[in-house]
């Protein structure tokens, strides 16, 4: 039972991106925000960072390819960029102590770094003319605030989750 | 160091790449179609999605409920002024509607553009990238949805129909910037009705612009903006917008207005398709012409 429980929460925040984009544009004080949702993505960074990379890119190929075909109509975006950035996660994670703190501010680079992908592709096939200036202010910051609180409300459930199921897999080995 | 990139690990990378970019170009080449495992994914998806939807739904419309609540006073005062005007618009509607319907069985017309089948639906999900402004509604060709139809809440038009799979439906909002997106608009209000073209969203002004219009032609601010029906695809009479603001076009032989949209398109929850009554014409927008003839 508790072997399906980190595939339920990849499916449970990956419906629940699209209702929380509802919200979007948010209006504060006459300027629209953009706040993206990129629930997922975060937790697949924690699932590379504490679990397991294999894991982490599956999940991340199959829903990114979920993801391509339901809202986007383009395969092989985000099937493609899920994946990348969790080996990119995995590379940069040997290299810096490994701390609940060092994990959440790597994930909020990487997930600017991923916002930033997707401007660049889509500025490219020009289905948006965002200037490079208004992306920062009206759609990155806003994102990275919405997702950092988050992040630092449920990284620790996200870290908890994966410590005892890693846990629990290491004992069914050492049963054997 | 353990080296990151051994040759076997660069070809792979490499073939990736070479099949990343083939998938890419070819599913960005006909995005108005989809196969059949896309539409399988879809509806499944588009399942799950709904489930979550309801209650997202539910937290918005109490949040609504509340907010409707707390104006009840200024509401209600500003809606008895107008209760008294109303009486008679309604009975003076009546009386042309019925009107309308004799003149029309004397001259013998059955069909008429502003006829429409309404077709109600509910948002379950809204683009969460939001690089293209896109909806996903729970209807689909099962109920009667067909590509190109007219997309509105009760306050106006909101954008189109553009793919369709069993069970569900994407929309493109008319704020999209999509270059090829043009609704055939009219301007009333004036002793003649003016036509143009919806085409192109100001991002920053959150406006859409009505492009085409004669230059002789005078047009007042505030002057309302509806769908003509001419474009052979919406029925006459949705209505769009309100102009805002009036000057020339870049090359200064036609006008452009600014028209601000009537319906809002962030939180939207239900809509409503219309199917036209009149047959809708293929043209260049749909660009399905060839096949009809076979």
Redesign the interface.
């Known amino acids: 039972m508790i072997r399906f429980l980190i595939p339920l929460i990849c499916l449970v925040l990956f419906f629940m991106e699209p209702v929380f984009g509802l919200f979007s544009p948010l209006n504060v004080g006459g300027e629209w925000n953009y706040i993206v949702p990129r629930f997922l993505i975060m937790f697949l960074i924690f699932l590379t960072l504490y679990y397991d990379l294999k894991h982490a890119m599956f999940y991340g190929l199959f829903f990114g390819l979920l993801y391509d075909v339901f809202y986007i109509d383009i395969i092989g975006l985000y099937s493609f960029l899920y994946p990348a950035i969790c080996l990119a996660a995995a590379a940069v994670f040997k290299r810096v102590p490994r701390n609940l703190l060092s994990a959440t501010l790597l994930t909020l680079v990487l997930l600017a770094v991923f916002e930033f992908l997707l401007y660049q592709f889509f500025l490219l096939i020009s289905l948006t003319g965002m200037p490079l200036g208004t992306f920062l202010t009206t759609r990155l910051w806003p994102t990275m605030v919405a997702n950092s609180i988050f992040l630092v409300m449920l990284g620790w459930v996200f870290k908890s989750v994966m410590v005892t199921q890693l846990s629990e897999r290491d004992n069914k080995i050492g049963l054997y | 160091m353990p080296q990151?990139l051994t040759n076997k690990r660069l070809i792979l990378l490499l073939l990736?790449v070479i099949?990343?970019v083939a998938?890419?170009s070819?599913?960005?080449r006909d995005?108005g179609n989809v196969s059949l495992p896309?539409q399988i994914?879809?509806d499944a998806?588009?399942a799950?999605?709904s489930?979550?939807?309801r209650p997202?739904h539910f937290v918005?419309g109490i949040f609504d409920n509340v907010d409707s609540l707390l104006n009840t006073f200024e509401e209600n005062q500003h809606l008895k002024t107008r209760l008294e005007e109303f009486a008679g618009v309604q009975a003076e509607v009546k009386d042309l509607r019925s009107e309308n319907e004799e003149l029309k069985q004397i001259v013998g017309k059955e069909e008429d553009l502003r006829d429409y089948n309404p077709i109600q639906a509910t948002?379950i999900?809204?683009?969460?990238?939001?690089?293209?402004e896109?909806l996903?509604l729970n209807r689909g060709s099962n109920h009667g949805v067909a590509e190109n139809m007219a997309v509105m809440t009760a306050r106006g038009l909101i954008g189109k129909v553009t793919?369709t799979t069993p069970t569900t439906s994407?929309v493109e909002l008319i704020s999209t910037?999509?270059p090829n997106y043009r609704v055939s608009a009219m301007v009333v209000g004036g002793a003649k009705d003016v036509f143009g073209l919806i085409e192109g969203y100001d991002?920053e002004r959150?406006e859409l612009l009505l492009k085409r219009i004669d230059a002789d032609i005078e047009l007042k601010e505030g002057d309302q903006v509806v769908s003509s029906g001419l474009g052979g695809i919406f029925p006459k009479g949705i209505l769009i917008g309100t102009i805002t603001e009036i000057t020339i076009d870049e090359f200064g032989l036609t006008k452009l207005a600014y028209v601000k949209p009537a319906a809002d398109f962030?939180?939207?929850n239900h809509v409503i398709i219309a199917d036209r009554v009149v047959p809708e014409v293929d043209g260049e927008d749909n660009g399905v012409t060839g096949d009809d003839e076979s």
């Open positions: 990151l990736g099949l990343l998938l890419i070819f599913s960005l995005r896309e994914i879809k998806v588009g799950g999605q489930v979550f939807s997202a918005t948002v999900a809204r683009n969460p990238d939001q690089w293209e896109k996903i793919l994407t910037l999509n991002a959150r962030s939180l939207l």
